[in-house]
């Protein structure tokens, strides 16, 4: 039995190490990009994009720029967030068909666009999942998933804040899953809630609706608010601002390469 023993020790530190070996997760949990207050940052979803704006963030959609777009971003020095509708059907894009009419609700007021019953986690939870997983091998750093506040608009389905909570949660640990930061968009009555599962805010209009003190506590804990306006003169919106620490423009409704930022 003596004999045995170094054998066995042997075969015990063996199993230890194979249980912990590192994550092949290429971009684990703990190394996810989180965006600080006051980065200044360029929002593009339309027309010829352009890479030379001396930015170190970059918000350009998802399905439309390969992984050399990415690539080519990161090797400029610019961090690259996935925009996403999450919330919504885009009759347009590559996956359109794969969502059944069941789900999909009334327009949302752009063209093409529908809102989709976040109810329906069977249905939607793994066509999220393929589309983050194009994030991912992309080569993106964060996700903006968008139309997070469906529960708050007319979508054909009798959502609740309750469902909505569960669905942003639900998008943010799909994100989080795969190394990707996330960031709130909009939604601003469920911030208490959900400032713990997002690592940024993204905002149109709050100094329009006076509602950018609600995006206060992004702020405190650390967290960048990207926020753009659309209306106003920079001079109506860039003091205020500056003072919350956000990363405010001003963009036309269009988003796309033209910008003027505070």
């Not at 059944?100 to 986690?121: A, F, H, M, Y």
Request: overall charge negative; aromatic content about 10%; glycine content about 6%.
């Amino acid at each position: 039995m003596r004999r045995l023993l170094p054998l066995l020790a042997g075969l015990l530190l063996l199993a230890t190490a194979c249980t912990t070996s590192p994550d092949p997760d290429p971009k684990p949990r703990e190394e996810r990009w989180r965006p600080k207050p006051g980065l200044a940052w360029q929002w593009q979803l339309s027309g010829r994009l352009d890479p030379t704006v001396d930015v170190p963030v970059y918000d350009i959609d998802g399905f439309d720029h390969p992984a050399s777009t990415v690539t080519d971003l990161h090797d400029r020095g610019r961090k690259v967030i996935c925009y996403l509708s999450t919330g919504a059907w885009e009759d347009f894009r590559p996956d359109a068909d794969r969502f059944p009419k069941s789900v999909l609700g009334e327009g949302n007021g752009w063209e093409g666009e529908r809102w989709l019953d976040i109810r329906r986690t069977d249905v939607l939870e793994p066509l999220m999942a393929e589309r983050l997983d194009m994030c991912r091998t992309k080569g993106f750093d964060a996700v903006e998933p968008d139309n997070m506040d469906g529960y708050k608009n007319d979508t054909g389905f009798p959502l609740t804040a309750t469902d909505q909570l569960r669905y942003n949660r639900l998008i943010a640990r799909l994100a989080h899953d795969r190394g990707l930061a996330v960031g709130l968009k909009n939604d601003l009555d469920q911030i208490p809630q959900l400032l713990p599962d997002f690592d940024f805010a993204v905002n149109e209009q709050c100094a329009q609706y006076g509602e950018c003190d609600r995006l206060a506590p992004f702020v405190a804990a650390g967290k960048a608010v990207f926020h753009v306006e659309y209306e106003l003169k920079t001079t109506e919106f860039c003091p205020q601002a500056r003072e919350l620490k956000l990363s405010s423009m001003l963009k036309r409704y269009d988003l796309g390469v033209w910008r003027s930022p505070c």
